[in-house]
């Protein structure tokens, strides 16, 4: 079924009649479309997209929150907040996602914000870094709170979002929420597992739940190995929670969906186990849904999931790209005999599905990260971020086009978009967002121990930073570095507000290397425990507004 830009942008035809408009997959798609593009503007619009020209920030290894002019931002929750009588606001935010409650009021609805993982001595006091110093339960305890995700009711008064104190629906999904597993069959004996964690990055579903994605899940209940004679040896993670809770690792490496107004969470075993980064989709015409997805791990592979019924993320095929030949390959156990020769069913593929893609030919990349579709094209762009095992310090942009536009297509064309490096002035590119008129945020993820080191290759870009290739005007095409983060951060979450004047962002593991309380390496977000914490903020200002400019296109 070929790409239907109509269908995919009515919400920017929305925005031209001057109603609110929705997030792609929130689209109504039997509503008339209105197809919005350059050609359909007026004069003086494409006159003022040509014109427009963007103040690059320098790079800068200062330790706050720098934004170009034209920007402005506000926090709107930070770790430890009190989100409801008995929550609080999780640590290290990723993915940030916004759904209006009330579809024709953009200004009010529900925030999701995953908490990956932990940085002990702040969350626990453990001291990671001591030898002598030793887990106990209750450090543990405090650390399986602290990740997983929030769901939290925020308005927008007088251009500042502010969450909703108490609103029934804010609320805590952690390490501890028993969650049901969407398949047929008990997974290490179990058909509901105990939590999610490593929640990194995600998406949305067309029928307005969230998407949180469990990313490196080794990291806490560790890894069921196998050898060349099928015989498996567990791997210990690097948390240390399996000490204190026998949970197996196959219980974590999944795609959660969360239903933010039922309060029901699920993981979706169809979708395949491994380091998932994030979890895009996109609705058919007839109701499918196809659904893409990154393993983040050295050499590891890009997914894509077809279903077979409507809206079903169970019922259908999960699939790995061979990029070099443009073709997705099928982890089917029925009809891939070379799987029946390692695995006993269907399920074990999904499991190990690492090692089943391998089995059949897929083309490692390097650490696919988060994955967005153009809503002027089609076209699907993945990140790939680094791979030092091959000596790509800097990532690149990866452009998938599937055959004739069709995403349930079994055959694309891939080519690199853009590759780091200082000749594009950023590196290791990782969480990508659109805004609406089709101009490309990216933010970067130079790992804490590795910038601003003197003799290192990310010395040039300082500290991790927000970047946007426009569409139009005099820069479009270039890299243009917008927002510098706070020392040892990353921005994650990029995610526009329905009306498109917002850009929702989170700013995660601000001091990170941090070894003393008493001396941290950041301080951001400056507040009064002088300790930095992880925050989410509403980025605003003209330059959005301009930027968004297609948004007042005449039709
Ligand atoms: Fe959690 Fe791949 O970043
Ligand atoms: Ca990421
Ligand atoms: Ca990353």
Known sequence: MAYDRRKFITFLGKASLG?????????????????????????????????LALEALAASDKDDLLLTKGLDYHTVIKWGDKISEQDTFGFNNDFTCFIPLDEKNP????????????????????????????????????????????????KEENGQWKVVENDPHNRRVTAKTPIKLNWDHPIEGKTTVIGTHSNCSGGITPWKT??????????????????ENNVATKRPSRYGWEKFYNYPPEHYGWVVEVDPKEGTVQKHIALGRFAHECCTLYQLADKRVVAYSGDDKNNEY?????????????????????????????????????????????TEVLIRA??????????????????????????????????????????????????EGAFDALTFKASTYKAGGEENGFSCPDNLAFDLAGNLWITSDMSGSAMNKAEGPYMPFKNNSLFVIPRYGKDAGKVIRVASAPRDAEFTGPWFSPDGKTLFLSIQHPGEQTTDLKNPTSKWPFDEDNIPKPAVVAITGSLIEKMNKLNQIED
């Open 19 to 51: 109603a609110w408009i929705t997030p792609p997959f929130l689209i109504n798609y039997e509503g008339a479309a209105t197809p919005v593009n350059a050609e359909g503007a007026s004069k003086d619009t494409l006159e003022a997209l040509k014109q």
């Open 354 to 403: 690492r090692e089943a893609a391998k089995l059949l030919g897929a083309t490692p990349l390097n650490r696919p990260e988060d994955i967005e579709i153009d809503p002027i094209t089609g076209h699907i762009f993945v990140s790939l971020t680094n791979n030092k095992s091959k000596n790509d310090f800097h990532g690149s942009i990866l452009k998938v086009e599937e055959s």
């Open 210 to 227: 969230f998407l949180t994605c469990e990313e490196n899940y080794d990291s806490f209940f560790g890894e069921t190995e196998y050898d």
């Open 107 to 154: 200004k009010d609805g529900l925030l999701w914000v995953n908490h990956e993982y932990v940085h002990p001595l702040f969350v626990s006091g453990f001291d990671y870094k001591n030898p002598a110093s030793k887990r106990t339960k209750a450090q543990v305890d405090k650390e399986m709170y602290e990740v997983g995700g929030s769901i939290v009711r925020i």
């Open 302 to 346: 890009l997914y894509k999931f077809i279903s077979s019924k409507p809206q079903s993320l169970k019922e259908g095929t999960l699939y790995v790209a061979d990029v070099e030949n443009g073709k997705w390959l099928p982890l089917d156990w029925e009809s891939q005999s070379v799987l029946k020769t390692k695995f006993k069913d269907q």
